[in-house]
């Protein structure tokens, strides 16, 4: 997922047919902003929908006022979430157009960026699709940051609510059991559930005095 400045956004927004202003890079900024705002500094963009009034959001759609392409158009780039401001339909001074400010650049997706354009994106397999792709990607973002589960602290954590709780002062029987926990746990890092259920059912689990 590529990192996108908002003149990125504005030339991504420009190939689905889409007016993008307000903006040095995009014929430079009018009067009526404020001077230390998001437009002077190069950092927001306007975008309007100038196609004709009647007209679908995508290639082969079903036609749509232009005014409620627009309100659709700031309510995905709301729903997303990725940009630092949005005003659109609603917002006062902003009947007619879209507002998009990003701060900084941000990871964005082409998938995110058509389905705010348009309303739908294709996926990997080539299907076309209305939903909002964020909701995945953030998924999978959340599972290739989670840390990696310690084999050895799951499995005391599941023998402790068993009852094979470990004493404050060890045992020669404790002090073997945790031996033999870290002696069958070290090849457990690259395959941990497979490992754990592999143990679990095997005899040095299941007929090991030390664990009765």
């Known amino acids: 997922m590529a990192e996108r400045s908002i003149v990125d956004v504005g030339k991504v927004l420009q190939r689905y047919g889409l007016n993008v202003g307000e903006n040095p890079a995009f014929g430079g900024v009018g009067k009526g902003h404020s001077p230390t705002g998001y437009h ?23 036609p749509i006022p232009w005014k409620q392409r627009t309100g659709e158009l700031a309510w995905r780039a709301k729903q997303l979430g990725l940009f630092t401001e949005v005003l659109g339909p609603g917002d006062k001074g902003h009947d007619t157009h ?32 209305d939903m909002m792709p964020v909701a995945q990607q953030a998924t999978q ?9 310690n084999p050895e602290t799951f499995l005391k954590g599941m023998l402790f609510g068993m009852g094979y709780s470990q004493q404050p002062q060890e045992t020669t029987e404790e002090k073997m059991k945790r031996a033999l926990l870290s002696d069958v746990l070290a ?16 005899n040095l689990f299941l007929n090991n005095p030390y664990l009765a």
Do not use: C
């Open 98 to 129: 879209v507002h998009l400010a990003l701060q900084s650049p941000q990871a964005m997706s082409n998938e995110q960026l058509e389905w705010m354009a348009t309303g739908r994106y294709k996926t990997p397999e080539g299907k076309l699709t």
């Open 141 to 149: 973002q959340a599972q290739q940051q989670q840390p990696a589960v």
């Open 187 to 202: 090849p457990a890092q690259s395959s941990n559930q497979a490992f754990l259920n592999s143990f679990l059912s095997s």
């Open 40 to 62: 002077p500094k190069g950092l927001a963009i306007d975008v309007r929908d100038w196609r004709p009034d009647v007209a679908p959001a995508f290639e082969g759609g079903k």
